[in-house]
């Protein structure tokens, strides 16, 4: 038997199995077992489960479970940090399966009492709202479920990107390996997903728009796939919810589908420099406190989501969840929804300003004033007139009405920002097209206060 030894004068020294099985362990797997016979353990195990109808979720990092939530601390006892309305506390190991990639690395060790003004200090270089809005990002994308921001982080080479996109990585979903490449497909994209909660996508020259239609629906948990491999019907589809971040010097939300979807930070030229080494320390250093704030501000945030009311806003799952942990975070109760509101409304202006259909609608609204219906064909020909008055169409102008059908329904979203809301309507002749104004709804903050538009608390998702 295991852990006796049957006879005094033998040399055979006898282990405990569990004993045993450690000294084997060789990359989570006993080093003298094969790829073929672990492969056939695993399948016997899934058909076993199958059979007797066992099915479990498997989160990457973090999971809702009951009244709280676990997130894996990627230490190498499997040790979770339990989040509940009444605090969070260290636990030996979830009651979630939770799968763990090659890449995963351990959160900081948390401290007491935590602190955002070491974070704030190693990033003076942002503004306040940039600020505000980094951790508001940084603790939703906690939560185990979406939908979640994208974080987009742009500027001038040798502003700060990559630091920032970093610390944010560490931050939610420490790994042990550095940014990632950008995706050129959507199998990449996939692939990337499977290993990894947090995305952090490093140096993204363009973006293609079936890949910014993808980066959405990652976002918001939709399915992304397509035909499998070697097959002519059989398809291949992964559904989930990742925060994402991208990081790049063009304006990354050029789409409005994205830009709606994003909380984009415009990085300036950095003042002073440190080496990468200095920042590495500097970064290792805030972190206990840094988790220990975080969890603080989602404590709060699970005490109080069923209280709080806020704007009937895009993105509302986020919004609500940080509204409710205000009073734990670095800035007074209103700022985040101010400066949420400021963001848009510079994501909006950039997108329209960088969309030839979005400009030509304004100037038609500035010839109609009062409005304008008609057929859509019609107002593909108004439109043409404006945009191209000597004959030379833009490169990206759409070629029919058809094309401008769809143009339209992508930048409805940043034109009713503007106060501009277009409708459509089918009817024996055609589309036909409304355009009129509307009271402007780019100021979010100010909406929230000046109407009843909010989201019912009883609506909300529960996570205590």
Same mark, same amino acid.
């Given at each position: 038997?295991? /852990?006796?030894?049957?006879?005094?004068?033998?040399?055979?020294?006898?282990?405990?199995?569990?004993?045993?099985?450690?000294?084997?362990?060789?990359?989570?797997?006993?080093a003298?077992?094969?790829?073929?016979?672990?492969?056939?353990?695993?399948?016997?195990?899934?058909?076993?489960?199958?059979?007797n =109808?066992?099915?479990?979720?498997?989160?990457?990092?973090?999971?809702?479970? =009951?009244?709280?939530?676990?997130?894996?601390?990627g230490?190498?006892?499997?040790?979770?940090?339990?989040i509940?309305?009444?605090?969070?506390?260290?636990?030996?190991?979830?009651?979630?399966?939770?799968?763990?990639?090659?890449?995963?690395?351990?959160?900081?060790?948390?401290?007491?009492?935590?602190?955002?003004?070491?974070l704030?200090?190693?990033? =003076?270089?942002?503004?306040?709202?940039?600020?505000?809005?980094?951790?508001?990002?940084?603790?939703?994308?906690?939560?185990?479920?979406?939908?979640?921001?994208?974080?987009?982080?742009?500027?001038?080479?040798?502003?700060?990107?990559?630091?920032?996109?970093?610390?944010?990585?560490?931050l939610?979903?420490?790994?042990?390996?550095?940014?990632?490449?950008?995706?050129?497909?959507?199998?990449?994209?996939?692939? #990337?997903?499977?290993?990894?909660?947090?995305?952090?996508?490093d140096?993204?020259?363009?973006l293609?728009?079936?890949?910014?239609?993808?980066?959405?629906?990652?976002?918001?948990g939709?399915?992304? /796939? /397509?035909?499998?491999?070697?097959?002519?019907?059989?398809?291949?589809?992964?559904?989930?919810?990742?925060?994402?971040?991208?990081?790049?010097?063009?304006?990354?939300?050029?789409?409005?589908?994205?830009?709606?979807?994003?909380?984009v930070?415009?990085?300036?030229?950095?003042?002073?420099?440190v080496?990468?080494?200095?920042?590495?320390?500097e970064?290792?250093?805030?972190?206990?406190?840094?988790?220990?704030?975080l969890?603080?501000? &989602?404590? %709060?945030?699970? #005490?109080?989501?069923?209280?709080?009311?806020?704007?009937?806003v895009r993105?509302?799952?986020?919004?609500?969840m940080i509204?409710?942990?205000?009073?734990?975070?670095?800035?007074?109760?209103?700022?985040? @929804?101010r400066?949420?509101?400021?963001?848009?409304?510079?994501?909006?202006?950039?997108?329209?300003s960088?969309?030839v259909?979005?400009?030509?609608? @304004?100037?038609?609204?500035?010839?109609?004033?009062?409005?304008?219906? /008609?057929?859509?064909?019609?107002?593909?020909?108004?439109?043409?007139?404006?945009?191209?008055?000597?004959?030379?169409?833009?490169?990206d102008?759409?070629?029919?009405?058809?094309? &401008?059908?769809?143009?339209?329904?992508?930048? #409805?979203?940043?034109?009713?920002?503007?106060?501009?809301?277009?409708?459509?309507?089918?009817g024996?002749?055609?589309?036909?097209?409304?355009?009129?104004?509307?009271?402007? @709804?780019?100021t979010?903050?100010?909406?929230? %206060?000046?109407?009843?538009?909010?989201?019912?608390?009883?609506?909300?998702r529960?996570?205590?």
């Amino acid at each position: 038997m295991p /852990g006796e030894n049957p006879s005094r004068d033998s040399n055979v020294k006898f282990y405990p199995l569990g004993e045993v099985a450690r000294s084997y362990l060789n990359n989570g797997r006993p080093a003298s077992v094969g790829e073929t016979s672990m492969r056939d353990a695993r399948l016997a195990l899934e058909a076993q489960a199958y059979l007797n =109808g066992i099915q479990q979720e498997a989160p990457l990092r973090t999971a809702a479970h =009951g009244h709280a939530i676990y997130i894996d601390r990627g230490t190498t006892d499997w040790s979770a940090f339990e989040i509940t309305s009444a605090g969070w506390k260290v636990e030996p190991r979830s009651p979630v399966p939770n799968l763990r990639s090659k890449r995963a690395a351990a959160f900081a060790e948390p401290t007491a009492p935590g602190s955002f003004a070491p974070l704030q200090r190693l990033l =003076g270089h942002l503004d306040n709202d940039q600020f505000v809005l980094f951790v508001s990002w940084c603790l939703w994308a906690l939560s185990p479920t979406g939908p979640y921001p994208i974080l987009i982080v742009t500027g001038e080479a040798g502003s700060g990107k990559n630091t920032l996109v970093r610390l944010a990585q560490r931050l939610v979903d420490p790994v042990a390996g550095d940014l990632l490449q950008p995706p050129d497909n959507d199998r990449d994209l996939i692939a #990337a997903a499977r290993h990894g909660r947090a995305l952090s996508f490093d140096n993204i020259s363009r973006l293609r728009p079936e890949l910014a239609d993808s980066l959405c629906r990652l976002a918001t948990g939709s399915e992304i /796939g /397509g035909r499998s491999l070697y097959t002519d019907h059989d398809t291949a589809t992964f559904a989930a919810c990742r925060p994402l971040v991208l990081n790049g010097i063009p304006d990354l939300a050029a789409r409005g589908d994205l830009a709606d979807r994003s909380i984009v930070i415009r990085l300036t030229a950095l003042q002073s420099r440190v080496t990468e080494r200095e920042w590495k320390v500097e970064a290792d250093r805030i972190g206990p406190a840094t988790i220990t704030a975080l969890l603080d501000a &989602l404590v %709060t945030g699970i #005490a109080r989501i069923e209280e709080v009311t806020t704007a009937n806003v895009r993105m509302a799952d986020f919004a609500s969840m940080i509204v409710a942990a205000e009073q734990s975070l670095p800035w007074k109760e209103g700022a985040f @929804l101010r400066a949420y509101a400021d963001n848009r409304r510079d994501v909006v202006d950039a997108l329209v300003s960088g969309d030839v259909v979005a400009l030509m609608v @304004l100037k038609h609204v500035e010839q109609h004033p009062i409005g304008w219906s /008609g057929l859509m064909s019609d107002l593909y020909d108004e439109l043409t007139a404006i945009a191209v008055p000597d004959g030379r169409r833009p490169a990206d102008w759409p070629g029919n009405a058809r094309w &401008l059908s769809d143009r339209l329904r992508r930048t #409805a979203p940043a034109l009713r920002q503007r106060g501009i809301e277009i409708s459509e309507r089918r009817g024996s002749a055609g589309a036909r097209i409304e355009i009129k104004r509307t009271a402007d @709804l780019a100021t979010l903050a100010t909406f929230a %206060t000046q109407t009843g538009a909010v989201q019912p608390p009883q609506n909300r998702r529960r996570y205590s």
